[in-house]
């Protein structure tokens, strides 16, 4: 494209899928403790 | 619905029920102004005409063609389907855990949200016994998971490292008999660490997050002993030493920011340049009527401090060196699961806090908080209707995170930071909103820099 880069070719609509596991790590038990940021944590999957 | 935004010379735009990230020109962003959700197959009349005002024609439309192939592929303006999602896990076994193992602190941290450590509940270590049953209640309260967490939290738990090692100990004997595997972690302000502590630490702990603010000036004048004595100089080498024997494992460097530092890029670079690569700093949470609290008129500076610090981050990328802020850590391509991400941390459901004597709390936040008290481990009861509460909490039922670009990251912000200043748990506190959309756009924009 000349126009647009995409960064990126996800589709969260797909994690749904196989998503809901439960296994992976509650966001808290990283490094905020005050806050709160999903989009960081890893998928155990 | 998208999220489109000019940062650093990048023209970015977020398709938020995607996650599609990308970057484009002024002639393509400017399309983006004068179009809505419903992209027809060509550019209308009127809309060329205004922006040939600028643009030439072939741009225009060529642009536009772009759009519209994104648009098809569902990576522009894709729907939002995933409310039915939002009651999957309201259910959810409890497999996360906060330990505070005590309730006591040999620092008088100014801002402490513990109220200097002991949540406002007297002093209290927890016993070995209390700890066991907290092994106990995870492994028979996790259902199927496999992955159970726990944090030994405080307070300041290497004050009770004797009874840490001893349940660490307890969980690894019981662990594969239940098909359970637990992830440690401690929470550490680094007066007690020695190479003891420090090596069991480095064997055992997935995660170590040691506390520490920043330039000395900065650290010494919030982080005082009991006696008003700044700890910075009985910590640095502590750290150092710790991280230089703990491999590839994961550790954080984890500071608090008040009003004090609001050029806490400084602070950040300071442990840089100490050697310490991962690292987090964090707005201070405390009453907004104290002078070292963050408001809102000093939304504007910090918004220009996480563009700074972003710049620094891009500079030293650039270079090939490691530098890894958490706030700015984001895999567009991957990450979470979108059921992941209605509901955020889970407190209250599938992540609780316990106090040295047993008692269950939503998180470690709510601590101290009578009406939030959920039950006690050494009696394995637990209050459902508090569980059911929390469960509940998610995008959807947020009512302004419905129509928020941020959603699917932040996932609906934290919940003792709403309850705490909003009163409700389902009212998202509006500067922690701000700072997370903030660092949300230098996260994706550091992304675009750096790929």
């Known amino acids: ?45 | 619905m998208i999220h489109k935004y000019k940062l650093n010379g990048y023209n970015i735009v977020l398709d938020v029920n995607s996650g599609a990230v990308h970057v484009i020109d002024d002639v393509a962003y400017d399309i983006l102004d004068l179009v809505d959700e419903s992209l027809g197959e060509t550019i209308s009349q009127n809309k060329l005409v205004k922006l040939k005002e600028k643009y030439e024609e072939d741009d225009i439309n060529t642009a536009y063609n772009e759009l519209y192939s994104l648009y098809k592929d569902e990576q522009l303006f894709s729907s939002d389907n995933y409310e039915e999602y939002a009651k999957m896990m309201t259910n959810a076994p409890i497999k996360s855990m906060c330990l505070n193992v005590a309730h006591d602190c040999n620092l008088r941290c100014e801002y402490c949200f513990a109220a200097k450590g002991d949540f406002g509940t007297g002093r209290e270590l927890m016993s070995l016994d209390t700890g066991k049953n907290a092994i106990d209640f995870l492994i028979q309260n996790s259902g199927t998971r496999h992955n159970l967490e726990l944090d030994f939290f405080g307070g300041e738990p290497l004050m009770n490292f004797d009874v840490v090692k001893e349940i660490v100990k307890y969980a690894r004997s019981i662990e594969k008999q239940y098909n359970k595997n637990f992830r440690f972690t401690i929470t550490t302000n680094g007066l007690l660490l020695d190479d003891d502590k420090i090596n069991f630490i480095n064997e055992e702990m997935s995660n170590v997050v040691l506390s520490l603010d920043g330039r000395k000036e900065i650290n010494d004048k919030l982080r005082v002993t009991p006696n008003g004595k700044g700890c910075y100089n009985a910590i640095v080498e502590n750290y150092k030493k710790l991280i230089s024997k703990r491999g590839n494992k994961d550790y954080y460097v984890r500071g608090t920011f008040t009003k004090h530092n609001l050029d806490f890029t400084k602070d950040i670079l300071h442990m840089y340049e100490l050697g310490f690569k991962q690292l987090s700093i964090e707005p201070v949470v405390s009453d907004p009527n104290l002078e070292y609290s963050i408001r809102e008129e000093d939304l504007e500076r910090v918004f220009q401090e996480y563009e700074t610090l972003a710049n620094e981050i891009i500079s030293r990328k650039k270079k090939g060196d490691c530098f890894n802020f958490f706030h700015f850590m984001i895999d567009l391509d991957q990450g979470p699961c979108a059921i992941k991400r209605l509901r955020g941390c889970s407190c209250g459901n599938e992540y609780v806090a316990v106090t040295p004597n047993g008692d269950i709390f939503p998180c470690h936040q709510f601590v101290g908080n009578s009406n939030f008290k959920m039950g006690n481990i050494n009696n394995s009861n637990i209050d459902h209707k508090i569980k059911k509460t929390f469960s509940n909490a998610n995008i959807y039922s947020k009512e302004s995170c419905k129509n928020c670009w941020a959603k699917f990251f932040c996932s609906g912000g934290c919940n003792a930071n709403n309850f705490q200043f909003e009163g409700n748990i389902l009212k998202p506190h509006r500067i922690a909103c701000e700072l997370e959309k903030k660092r949300l756009e230098c996260a994706i924009m550091v992304k675009a820099a750096t790929l």
Request: aromatic residues 0%; hydrophobic residues 25%.
């Open chain 1, 1 to 45: 494209m000349k126009h647009i880069k995409t960064l990126n070719k996800v589709n969260l609509k797909k994690s749904i899928i196989k998503g809901g596991c439960g296994e992976c790590q509650a966001s808290c038990q990283s490094a905020c403790k005050t806050s709160c940021t999903v989009a960081n944590q890893k998928c155990e999957k």
